[in-house]
């Protein structure tokens, strides 16, 4: 198993930027998918980005794509997710997620397919 715990969120205006952090630990030698979710209230948990541990080629969602980079330092066990230009409707929790063991690489991200998941973190966009 591996433990993630999410931190960067808070408020910030329409137009503004934030960086999330989602920190691994645990069994971080395993290669696995990483990726960046969130879940709006009354809304259904949103695929956003995903990497692959052992590469730097991210997959984005049409929805944050251009807007949203996903990162990670692979000497620290830690994934990013810049946000720039936020808008109203990105307020959510964000999550960060890991798969189970993929040594092969990663598809666009499905909640289905990650197993581990970090408590959130709130991001609010005001207007």
């Known amino acids: 198993q591996v433990q993630l715990v999410e931190s960067g969120g808070g408020s910030v205006q329409a137009g503004g930027s934030l960086r999330l952090s989602c920190e691994a630990s645990?069994?971080?030698?395993?290669?696995?998918?990483m990726a960046w979710f969130r879940q709006a209230p009354g809304k259904e948990r949103e695929g956003l980005a995903v990497?692959?541990?052992?590469?730097?080629?991210?997959i984005y969602s049409g929805s944050v794509k251009g807007r949203f980079t996903l990162s990670q330092d692979h000497t620290k066990d830690t994934v990013y997710l810049q946000m720039n230009d936020l808008k109203p409707e990105d307020t959510a929790v964000y999550y960060c997620?890991?798969?189970?063991?993929?040594?092969?690489?990663?598809?666009?991200?499905?909640?289905?397919?990650?197993?581990?998941w970090g408590q959130g973190t709130q991001v609010t966009v005001s207007s």
């Open positions: 997620a890991a798969s189970g063991p993929i040594p092969w690489g990663c598809a666009a991200p499905r909640e289905v397919d990650f197993d581990e």
């Open positions: 645990g069994f971080t030698y395993i290669s696995r998918c």
């Open positions: 990497v692959h541990t052992q590469g730097d080629d991210a």
